[in-house]
């Protein structure tokens, strides 16, 4: 897995204050947490900030907490994008029921995370996406059995805006967050 790190960013944050509208999306979804330097970062460009930032897909949708996150992590990892991932784990995995074990096995084996069938098809689905970008029949059948139409739309926009998401953090080599795990507290545990 390559992860993408460098003492600093390529691309520097926007400089202080932020536009108004700017600040207060970022105020709105960091509810009184220091912003992420992804979002400070593409505050330097109103335009590409809003799309990007409006685009998410971490409302309530069709999908629970815990299958968004599954797809958001193993995305990210499969990507090394460990910025994106780290941000995600710190704040999203214990809500969602994450246990050290499957948040190591999202890393690496998937298959020693004890997941259940219906988080299993999640999985592969992150997988079939990852290596070839499809998902072959036998694939799309077993998710039909689990999820509807729009749940399975989702799951492939999902799947698709973290590719983007982690295609900007490492490209842009985005300095790991204060207090964010990293792939490597996790590495032994998911066959590293």
């Known amino acids: 897995m390559t992860c993408y790190r460098k003492d600093s960013a390529r691309i520097q944050p926007a400089e202080h204050p932020l536009p108004p509208d700017i600040q ?7 509810r009184g947490s220091e912003p992420l330097v992804l979002f400070t970062t593409l505050a330097r460009d109103r ?3 809003q799309k990007l930032f409006h685009s998410g897909l971490l409302d309530r949708g069709h999908l629970t907490l815990r299958q968004r996150e599954i797809v958001i992590d193993r995305v990210t990892a499969r990507c090394g994008a460990e910025y ?13 029921g994450l246990d050290e074990r499957q948040i190591a096995s999202l890393l690496g084996d998937a298959a020693t995370g004890g997941w ?22 036998e ?9 509807s139409d729009e749940a399975i739309i989702e799951l492939l926009m999902l799947a698709g805006y ?9 490209g842009l080599r985005l300095p790991l967050e204060p207090k964010t795990p990293r792939f490597a ?3 032994a545990s998911a066959g590293h």
């Open 139 to 147: 694939l799309w059948q077993s998710l039909t059995e689990c999820f």
């Open 162 to 170: 973290y590719r983007t998401v982690s295609y900007l953090v490492n």
């Open 116 to 137: 259940s069938d219906e988080e299993r098809r999640l999985i592969r689905l992150c997988d079939s996406l990852h290596d070839t970008c499809t998902v072959d029949d």
């Open 24 to 30: 207060s999306a970022i105020a709105t979804i960091m």
């Open 185 to 187: 507290d996790y590495a």
């Open 47 to 49: 335009r590409l900030f």
């Open 84 to 96: 994106e991932w780290a941000v995600h784990t710190a704040i999203y995995a214990a809500k969602a």
